[in-house]
T-cell receptor, first 113, second 113 residues
């Protein structure tokens, strides 16, 4: 347990569905991240939030929409996804968005049919 | 943008063998360096990190890594592996003061009892 939880752990959805991934951190951190982990590819940073403000959007398609209502919670809203979006989506948090260690959640395994 | 190279994606070893995983990065300025490990079915967790000071860094579970600035490298080593070291190992690099943590593709290490 790293203090970062993610739900659901597994999600199967059709291309026309709308779903949301949830991340919660219990570490008192003020920065949160979404990553995409695909087979045989490096982890891809998607979004960075610092003090609930989005500070980085790494050219992610608009079918992925992040939301950070407070420093402990981070959502990733999904709609009209494509099969190539199937991957493991990881949430992480850190104290500050600078050089400190990031703590990762277990991920949500997403399959888009 | 920073790029991180990890070679020999699949490594198979016998117990008690020595392990060395290479990591090279592209940015020539001040960097923060990390090795993360992902055991089967578990979340990414930090193995060790280098920010400054002694370039030989000791981590958990007997792992160490050496930062060689002239070679842009941060290779991970363990003198004698155990079956429980079977995992995927990721090198990550952050340009100093940047939000972005760039990951390599990972090394899948299998230790045979």
């Amino acid at each position: 347990e790293t203090g970062v939880t993610q739900t659901p752990r597994h999600l199967v959805m059709g291309m026309t569905n709308k779903k949301s991934l949830k991340c919660e951190q219990h570490l008192g951190h003020n920065a949160m991240y979404w990553y995409k982990q695909s087979a045989k590819k490096p982890l891809e940073l998607m979004f960075v939030y610092s003090l609930e403000e989005r500070v980085e959007n790494n050219s992610v398609p608009s079918r992925f929409s992040p939301e950070c209502p407070n420093s402990s919670h981070l959502f990733l809203h999904l709609h009209t996804l494509q099969p190539e979006d199937s991957a493991l989506y990881l949430c992480a948090s850190s104290q500050g968005a600078g050089s400190n260690e990031q703590f990762f959640g277990p991920g949500t395994r997403l399959t888009v049919l | 943008a920073q790029s991180v190279s990890q070679h020999n994606h699949h490594v198979i070893l016998s117990e008690a063998a020595s392990l060395e995983l290479g990591c090279n990065y592209s940015y020539g300025g001040t960097v923060n360096l990390f090795w993360y490990v992902q055991y089967p079915g578990q979340h990414l967790q930090l193995l060790l990190k280098y920010f400054s000071g002694d370039p030989l860094v000791k981590g958990i579970k007997g792992f160490e890594a050496e930062f060689i600035k002239s070679k842009f490298s941060f290779n991970l080593r363990k003198p004698s592996v155990q079956w429980s070291d079977t995992a995927e190992y990721f090198c990550a690099v952050r340009d100093y003061g940047n939000n972005r943590l760039a990951f390599g593709k990972g090394n899948q290490v299998v230790v045979i009892p």
